[in-house]
């Protein structure tokens, strides 16, 4: 596997296997790497010639109150996962190399990007369309894996790819989970022992909302009441936000009726945690 520290080593590689025509998958991952990130790794393995893996920190999706400073990183292990599961290479710049001191250029998706996370992370989203355009061009990737965790971010790189018109398939994969439901997430490692186990509130109150949902309950505020209300019955449970969203503009329903994303933001003591699941054609593909 190699390990590429500047853009200019992965543009080699990259073109030596554009002359052999071989594709790419790429995965943009912050690094700390678990199973749900190995997820995306293997399905990008099993579609492309070649993996390639960015293990980056990006700081302009930070606010200044993040974690930026003290997001777990393990460059290491996420090495050794890489390679066990077949990366053929792990890009892992310096922010230097990815942003210059006059860096001015940013993009962004407006409208999508405005509600759930976007709301109390205003400049999330500006930040995740550029370093993930900076990727596309760098390994002029045909395909790219993001996990329907983020399912916000999902939708978003999904509308910036059709709108600017780039040539790189987008591929959404499953929520990987632990055994008693709770999402993987590098910030899981942030949680007391008694945290970790009242977090499994997330996944409790959105089962719930799925099997409203499979019952035919289309009264979208009865569902969000319902899920609300179980989240707040733990005490170390603070609701950001628990919303009902159309899937494709990311605006709030009152009444489902066509593909939607209900996704929550909690914070269990000091740590954010997000959680969601989709229907599309009254099917409920994920919680699982």
């Not at 579609?47 to 003290?70: C, M």
Request: charge should be negative; proline fraction near 3%.
């Amino acid at each position: 596997m190699i390990i590429a520290k500047e853009i200019s080593k992965v543009k080699e590689n990259v073109r030596e296997w554009k002359k052999q025509g071989l594709s790419i998958g790429l995965v943009p991952t912050m690094g700390y790497l678990h199973e749900g990130h190995a997820s995306l790794i293997k399905k990008a393995r099993e579609e492309n010639d070649r993996v390639i893996v960015s293990d980056f920190v990006n700081p302009i999706q930070f606010g200044p109150k993040e974690d930026l400073a003290t997001y777990p990183r393990d460059f290491d292990a996420d090495c050794r996962l890489c390679e066990s599961i077949g990366a053929d290479l792990i890009f892992n710049p310096e922010p230097c190399e990815m942003y210059e001191d006059d860096f001015h250029s940013y993009v962004g998706v407006n409208t999508l990007s405005e509600g759930l996370c976007g709301k109390s992370r205003p400049i999330h989203f500006n930040g995740v369309c550029t370093v993930v355009t900076k990727l596309f061009n760098i390994t002029e990737a045909d395909r790219a894996y993001f996990g329907q965790k983020d399912a916000q971010q999902l939708a978003i790189v999904r509308r910036m790819v059709r709108d600017l018109n780039y040539n790189i398939q987008i591929v959404g994969c499953p929520i990987i989970r632990e055994a008693d439901g709770l999402a993987k997430s590098s910030r899981n490692t942030y949680l007391s022992e008694n945290e970790r186990q009242k977090a499994t509130i997330l996944h409790k109150a959105l089962e719930q909302g799925e099997k409203m949902v499979r019952d035919g309950e289309t009264d979208a505020n009865k569902i969000l009441k319902t899920v609300r209300d179980i989240i707040e019955s733990e005490p170390l449970a603070k609701v950001d936000y628990v919303e009902i969203v159309d899937w494709n503009e990311l605006q709030k329903v009152d009444k489902i009726d066509g593909p939607i994303l209900m996704a929550v933001a909690v914070y269990i003591g000091k740590v954010r945690l997000i959680d969601n699941f989709i229907v599309e054609n009254s099917i409920v593909i994920e919680m699982v």
